[in-house]
């Protein structure tokens, strides 16, 4: 029994289907290089933005050039000091604002007239010291001289020892008194001390 399969019915492997196949997989390598070539160009696009780094050698060579004739360390020097320059008008001026208080209050006082024995209302030495350190940024601000040399400090010359702290690092020093007024104020962090 011999069947014979007419050529017509030959099934999945005619020639129609193999033509499908063949183009459905034409189609999709086509679709895959128009994928490719796409990201390709944006990749292109992104590669030439990189071009411009080109251009950064030589830019360096002209700012290498250009910071040869300054001088480093003359800047640094005069760069610190202009900073011990401020340090020292930012004293000053507290001086002045200190004098300029209490000699408002003393004049007020002596134009009214002195009845009964009064005095000057003026703040005492260890509130111009601590208010002094404060305008300087310190805090936690403890005055270490006695109360009776603070009384003898206020009309005289001499040293009140203070302990603070500025930007969390403990500090210690002196302020020195001149004629009652703050003169100088002398304070090192425990970071200064240690060479």
């Known amino acids: 029994m011999l069947l014979l399969i007419p050529a017509e ?5 005619d020639l129609g289907a193999f033509h499908l196949l063949a183009l459905a997989l034409m189609a999709g390598v086509l679709t895959c290089l128009v994928l490719l070539i796409g990201r ?34 003359r ?32 004049n007020a006082v002596s134009s009214v007239g002195t009845t009964e024995g009064a005095t000057p209302a003026k703040p005492p030495l260890s509130e111009r010291v601590v208010n002094r350190l404060l305008a300087l940024g310190y805090e936690r601000i403890q005055v270490i001289t006695t109360t009776a040399e603070l009384e003898e400090l206020a009309a005289g010359d ?24 703050i003169s100088e104020v002398d304070m090192r962090s425990n970071h200064d001390m240690f060479p």
């Open 158 to 181: 001499g040293d009140v020892l203070i302990e603070a702290r500025r930007a969390g690092a403990i500090c210690k020093g002196r302020v020195k008194i001149h004629a009652g007024a």
């Open 75 to 106: 800047l640094e020097h005069l760069l610190l000091d202009l900073r011990n320059e401020h340090k020292l008008l930012r004293e000053q001026l507290l001086q002045v604002v200190e004098s300029a208080r209490h000699g408002v209050v003393e």
């Open 9 to 13: 019915s030959a099934g999945f492997f």
């Open 40 to 73: 390709a160009r944006v990749l292109e696009d992104r590669l030439e933005r990189l071009d411009s780094l080109d251009e950064i050698p030589q830019g360096l060579r002209a700012l290498i050039e250009s910071t040869k004739e300054l001088d480093l360390r």
